[in-house]
């Protein structure tokens, strides 16, 4: 590999990865675009270092904050032009929940490398996060509030999922309880002392419902809740939940009387 700097190309040696036994679709495994200095300019990292993860719907391109949403395409014969795209993050299918759920696991080899046995299977769990309000006002200041985090789990794939695991950390302003529902019913009513929901097994068909009441006192500004899951093979998020808090303002006036003898 060649490392380009203001015009001069420098070979530069770079050591592999450590090996990895399994393929997930629902992670992404290209590089993304990055910013190229001074946040005007954004270009893709390595355009030939892999390719693109097949799934069911558009998902997040691999790009920190502050991506514009149009980027420099940089191709081995040099500048390709300028391509767009919405949604910046961190690139994976499953932060959608648009993988198809294919895994790939090698599950034995040879020590002499020369046999391997690999293991294909389905397993596809969807995290639908929601919360409500995004914005509260016309409240007072000190005034209590309340915030419903809720996320959906639901093993759609053919595979038992194991450890399938749901943490929200909650604003240093918010206080909060959990409730988790299973096929209807209250399996686990609880403080968020608890780190995180983890369900050690779910099976084909299971849905999971985990709600979080959070209370606060009204002060301006921004509190960020965030969420992240695992399905048992891989972790995704953080994601942010942003909620703007308006307090209202009163000016107090003199109250001016007119001496009615004079």
Request: hydrophobic share 35%.
């Amino acid at each position: 590999m060649c490392i380009r700097d203001r015009g001069t190309y420098t070979p530069t040696l770079f050591s592999g990865r450590p090996a990895v036994s399994t393929f997930n679709d629902a992670l992404g495994y290209y590089p993304g675009i990055a910013d190229e200095g001074d946040g005007t300019y954004w270009s893709t990292v390595d355009w030939d270092a892999s390719a693109v993860v097949p799934a069911k719907d558009v998902y997040s391109v691999k790009a920190a904050p502050g991506y514009p949403g149009y980027h420099i395409m940089y191709r081995g014969d040099g500048w390709f032009g300028f391509w767009g795209w919405d949604e910046a993050g961190y690139g994976n299918p499953g932060d959608n929940n648009v993988q198809y759920g294919w895994v790939v696991e090698l599950v034995d080899e040879g020590t002499d490398g020369t046999w391997g046995q690999v293991m294909i299977y389905n397993q596809r769990v969807t995290f639908t996060p929601s919360y409500a309000p995004a914005a509260i006002t016309g409240i007072d200041q000190g005034d209590t509030y309340t915030i419903t985090y809720q996320t959906v789990i639901e093993n759609t794939g053919a595979q038992v999922a194991d450890t399938v695991c749901l943490t929200y950390t909650l604003d240093s302003a918010l206080t909060g309880e959990m409730t988790v529902v299973k096929d209807g019913t209250v399996v686990l009513p609880g403080t968020l002392e608890l780190p995180a929901f983890c369900a050690t097994t779910m099976w084909p068909g299971d849905v999971v419902t985990v709600t979080v009441e959070a209370t606060g006192a009204a002060a301006p500004g921004t509190v960020d809740t965030l969420v992240a899951w695992s399905d048992g093979l891989a972790s995704f998020g953080p994601f942010s939940q942003p909620t703007t808090i308006g307090v209202n303002h009163y000016i107090f006036l003199p109250l001016v009387l007119k001496n009615a003898g004079s």
